[in-house]
C-alpha cells in the first residue's frame, strides 16, 4: 500500500506530459536569488548546495514547522525532542544533539541564533528560505559544521495589503494566522503579524490521562523598515510563548505487560503498537522574546552594515513520578520503569540571553574583484536549575541501591549551574571573476571562543520537601564553594575556498570546495564525572571505564564537495547534484548514563562521512509542475577510545538515505476558480539510535505521505490537508538504556483538517 501513492504519481505525470489538455508551453522557473554566501547571486550560479523555498512554495507545502520544509531537503534530518517545542537538525551525516550547540547556523533577517531554542517555533509570513549545506563557518563562524540556514520574513511593500489563515483538524487542533503590512509614509514601512496554534495532540497517557503531546503557542512579530536613498534600516521585535506535555517517551520494558500487549523485546520499531503509558506526567513552557535591529549604509564604492541583537529565552519542564511500588494498575505494568527512576519529581528550568553584534564592510563596484571584512561577538548566558533524580540519581539510590548513594543523594535535589559564552570572530571573504565563467573565492573566519561554568547551591530553603539541597561540585569534587567554577578558550581558523565554472548560455555551472567547521565545546556541569565514578563504585562496576567528563573539547569538521547546477527543456526544469567527504573530529554525542540517571555530552573520537545528492524541479507547463531530491549518507565511526568495539557503526541518528517526490497541480475550472492539488511523498532509510548499534536500537525505513487538494482564487484558498495518509507507525526518536529497557517517542499518525487563507 505504501508504494501504491508513488506509482500514482508517476503515471499521473506521464499522462500528463502526453495529454493534449496540458500543452507543452513556454513557461519556466522561475529565476531565485540567494543571500547565504552574503552577497547575492542567482541559484543557477551559487557554488554551493542549497535548497530554496519561496514564499508561494512554502504556502502551497503548507509549512507549519521546521519538519515541514527539512523534510524536503535530500541529506537532511531532524529528530522531535521529548518535549514538544524541542528540535534538532542533522545534516550531511553531522547530528545536533541534546545540550550541545547546534550543527547548523540559523540566520533570519541577518541575525544569527545565538541558541538552538529560538529556531524552534511556528512558521508564518516567510519570504523566503534558503538550506546551505556542508560546513559554512567561513561566513557563519561557530556551529555551522554541517550548514546553515537562511530566513527572511516578509517586508512591508509599497501598498498595503494583508493575508489571513485559519485551520482546524483533528486532535482538536486549531490555527489562525495573519499579517498586515504596508507604507507609513515615503520613508518607512511596517509589517505586522501573529499566530497562534493549539492542538492535544495524537495521544493519551493511559496512566496520567494527559496528552503528553499537547502544544498551544501564540507568537507575533513586528517589522519596521526605513528606506532613504542610500540608507537602509530595520527594527524587528518578536516573542511567542508556549505550553505543552513535555514528557512524551513512553518505557518500552521487555516481559512486560502494557495494556494488554505483552512486550517481548525492547524493539524500537515495535513502539506504535504498545499503548502510551508513561509514569512521568510532563509538562514543558517556553517563553521568547527578541529584538534586533540593522543598519545599512551605501558609500563611495562600498557598503556598511550593522546587525545587532538580544534575544531572551526561559523554558520550564518537567514530570512527577509514580511510586515505585505501585503496581495497582494491571492494564500498565510499567513498574520496572520505576526500577530505574524512582520516585522523583523532575524539574529542569533553563534561562538564555544573549547579545550579538556584528559589522560588515563589503565592496559594491562592479569589478572583477569582490570583498567583504567583519567581526562578530556573541555574549551569552544559561542558567540551568535542575531538581530531582534524572540529573542527580537520587532516585535510583532510594529506590534500589541501599548503599553509601542514599547518605550523599536524596530523593529530591537540587542542583544550579550557570555557562557563559563570549564568543569574538573576524571574518573576511574576496571573491576574483578570472573570467566571464570561472570565479574563484576564498573565505576566513578566526575563532575565538571562551566557555565558563560556575556551579551553585540555588538561594532560598536548605531543604526540599524535608530533604538537604546540595551543590554537586561540593558534593562530589570537594572543592569550596567559591571555588565550584571553570573556564576554558577554544579557537579555531575556519577557511573556505571554493572554485566555479559557468556553462555558456546561462545552462548551469560546475564547483568545487574545501571548507572547515567549527563548534565550540562546553561543560556538562562540575563534579558530574565524579558522581558517575562514585555511582559505579557503589554497584560494582568498573569507574576506570566512565568516559564522560566534566567539559568536553570542540568539534571541527573538514569536507570537500563537487557539485553542479544546470538547466534544460529552455529553462523548465533544473537538475543540481554534489558528492561530498566529510570527516569529523570530536563529534559531540548525547549519552545517558541510566545507573547514574545522568544526560550528558559525550564524544566520537572520530566519524567518516562520505555522501551525493540529488533535486530535480521540472515546470511541465503553467499548470503542473514536478519535483523530486534523493540523498545518500555513508556516516560511520571510525574511532572512539570509549568503546573501540564501535569502530566501522553507524553514526547514531543519522539515516542512510532520503528521498523526496512530487507533483503539484494549479488548473483553472472557470476564469475565477483554480483546483489545486499537492502531493508529497517522503522516504527515509534505517536509522540507528544508539552507537553500540545493538538489536532494537534502530528504526527501519519509514515511508510518508502528505497531500492538499482544494479550491483557490486570486485573493483566497479553501485546502483540504493531510499528513501521514497511510499512518505509517514508527518512533520519532528512542534512548536505548538497557538490552530490555528502550524508552521511544511515538512520531504523529494520520492528521488531517481543512484550511482558508484570504489575501487582502
Known amino acids: 500500500?505504501?508504494?501504491?501513492?508513488?506509482?500514482?504519481?508517476?503515471?499521473?505525470?506521464?499522462?500528463?506530459?502526453?495529454s493534449s489538455k496540458f500543452a507543452y508551453s513556454q513557461v519556466s522557473i522561475e529565476e531565485i536569488i540567494v543571500t547565504g554566501l552574503k552577497r547575492e547571486s542567482s541559484l543557477i550560479d551559487a557554488p554551493v548546495a542549497v535548497t530554496v523555498f519561496t514564499a508561494e512554495q512554502l504556502e502551497a507545502s503548507g509549512?507549519?514547522?521546521?519538519?515541514?520544509?527539512?523534510?524536503l531537503v535530500s541529506n537532511v534530518g531532524y529528530v522531535k525532542s521529548n518535549k514538544e517545542g524541542d528540535f534538532y537538525i542533522n545534516m550531511r551525516g553531522q547530528a545536533t544533539i541534546?545540550?550541545?550547540e547546534s550543527a547548523v547556523a540559523v540566520v533570519v533577517d541577518g541575525v544569527q541564533l545565538a541558541v538552538q531554542q529560538e529556531f524552534n517555533s511556528n512558521y508564518f509570513d516567510i519570504q523566503q528560505i534558503e538550506v546551505l549545506k556542508g560546513p559554512q563557518g567561513a561566513f557563519y563562524g561557530r556551529n555551522a559544521t554541517a550548514g546553515a540556514i537562511i530566513i527572511n520574513t516578509k517586508d512591508p511593500g509599497d501598498e498595503w495589503s494583508g493575508n489571513l489563515l485559519a485551520s482546524y483538524g483533528n486532535w482538536h487542533s486549531s490555527k489562525v494566522q495573519g499579517g498586515l503590512g504596508g507604507p507609513i509614509n515615503d520613508k518607512w514601512g511596517v509589517y505586522l503579524s501573529a499566530s497562534m496554534i493549539n492542538s492535544d495532540g495524537p495521544y493519551t497517557n493511559r496512566y496520567t490521562q494527559e496528552k503528553p503531546m499537547r502544544w498551544k503557542t501564540q507568537a507575533a512579530r513586528m517589522k519596521l523598515l526605513y528606506n532613504n536613498d542610500d540608507t537602509k534600516a530595520s527594527f524587528i521585535f518578536s516573542g511567542s510563548q508556549g505550553e505543552g506535555g513535555g514528557i512524551a517517551f513512553s518505557s518500552q520494558i521487555a516481559g512486560t505487560t502494557v495494556g494488554g500487549y505483552f512486550i517481548s523485546s525492547a524493539d524500537t520499531n515495535d513502539v506504535y503498537n504498545i499503548p502510551f503509558a508513561s509514569e512521568l506526567a510532563g509538562f514543558n513552557t517556553q517563553d521568547k522574546w527578541s529584538a534586533s535591529f540593522r543598519y545599512i549604509k551605501e558609500l563611495d564604492n562600498i557598503t556598511f552594515e550593522s546587525v545587532s541583537s538580544y534575544s531572551w529565552i526561559n523554558e520550564d519542564s518537567g514530570g512527577k513520578g509514580i511510586p515505585f511500588t505501585d503496581f495497582s494498575n494491571p492494564d500498565n505494568d510499567v513498574g520496572i520503569w520505576e526500577f530505574v527512576f524512582g520516585d522523583t519529581t523532575q524539574r529542569w528550568r533553563n534561562q538564555n540571553k544573549a547579545f550579538t553584534q556584528e559589522f560588515r564592510l563589503s565592496s559594491n563596484n562592479e569589478s572583477n574583484l569582490s570583498w567583504q571584512i567583519g567581526a562578530y561577538f556573541q555574549k551569552a548566558t544559561k542558567k540551568n536549575l535542575r531538581i530531582g533524580g534524572l540529573y542527580t540519581g537520587g532516585g535510583l539510590s532510594q529506590s534500589i541501591l541501599p548503599s553509601p548513594l542514599g547518605s550523599i543523594n536524596p530523593s529530591i535535589a537540587v542542583n544550579s549551574d550557570k555557562f557563559g559564552v563570549e564568543n569574538y570572530s573576524p571574518f573576511g571573504n574576496i571573491q576574483y571573476d578570472v573570467s566571464d565563467s570561472i570565479d574563484i573565492s576564498l573565505a576566513l573566519r578566526y575563532e575565538t571562543e571562551k566557555r565558563d561554568v560556575l556551579t551553585t547551591t540555588p538561594p532560598g530553603p536548605d531543604t526540599v520537601n524535608g530533604l538537604p539541597t546540595y551543590n554537586q561540585c561540593v558534593l562530589n569534587t570537594g572543592r569550596n564553594p567559591a571555588d565550584c567554577k571553570d573556564d576554558v578558550t577554544f579557537k579555531q581558523l575556519q577557511p573556505k575556498v571554493t572554485a566555479s565554472f559557468k556553462f555558456p548560455?546561462?545552462?548551469g555551472s560546475f564547483y568545487v570546495s574545501y571548507g572547515k567547521g567549527f563548534k565550540s565545546g562546553g561543560y556538562n556541569s562540575i563534579g558530574i564525572r565524579q558522581f558517575v565514578v562514585n555511582t559505579a563504585i557503589a554497584v560494582g562496576a568498573d569507574p576506570n571505564a566512565v568516559f564522560l567528563q566534566d567539559s568536553y573539547d570542540k568539534e571541527t569538521s573538514n569536507a570537500f564537495e563537487i557539485g553542479f547546477k544546470s538547466r534544460f527543456f529552455d529553462g523548465k526544469m533544473n537538475l543540481n547534484g554534489a558528492a561530498f567527504m566529510t570527516e569529523v573530529k570530536n563529534a559531540q554525542q548525547f549519552e545517558f548514563i541510566p545507573l547514574a540517571q545522568v544526560q550528558a555530552v559525550s564524544r566520537i573520537d572520530e566519524q567518516e562521512i562520505e555522501g551525493f545528492e540529488l533535486d530535480a524541479n521540472f515546470q511541465v507547463n503553467e499548470s503542473l509542475s514536478v519535483f523530486g531530491a534523493f540523498g545518500y549518507t555513508d556516516a560511520e565511526i571510525s574511532a572512539l577510545s570509549a568503546a573501540p568495539a564501535f569502530v566501522g557503526n553507524k553514526v547514531p541518528y543519522i539515516a542512510k538515505y532520503n528521498a523526496v517526490a512530487g507533483y503539484q497541480v494549479t488548473m483553472p475550472i472557470t476564469s475565477d476558480v483554480n483546483f489545486f492539488h499537492r502531493l508529497e511523498y517522503k522516504g527515509t532509510g534505517r536509522v540507528w539510535y544508539d552507537a553500540s548499534n545493538l538489536a532494537d536500537s534502530d528504526r527501519n525505513p519509514i515511508d510518508l505521505i502528505d497531500a492538499r487538494i482544494g479550491l483557490t482564487g486570486d485573493t483566497w484558498e479553501l485546502i483540504l490537508w493531510?499528513?501521514?495518509?497511510?499512518?505509517?507507525?514508527?518512533?520519532?526518536?528512542a534512548v536505548p538504556l538497557f538490552a530490555f529497557l528502550n524508552v521511544p517517542q511515538k512520531a504523529p499518525d494520520r492528521s488531517y483538517g481543512i484550511e482558508a487563507r484570504y489575501r487582502f
Open 722 to 733: 493531510g499528513r501521514n495518509l497511510t499512518n505509517e507507525k514508527y518512533a520519532s526518536e
Open 1 to 18: 500500500m505504501k508504494k501504491l501513492p508513488l506509482i500514482n504519481l508517476f503515471l499521473f505525470v506521464l499522462a500528463t506530459l502526453f
Open 98 to 100: 541534546r545540550y550541545a
Open 63 to 71: 509549512v507549519d514547522r521546521p519538519e515541514d520544509y527539512l523534510s
Open 505 to 507: 548560455d546561462d545552462k
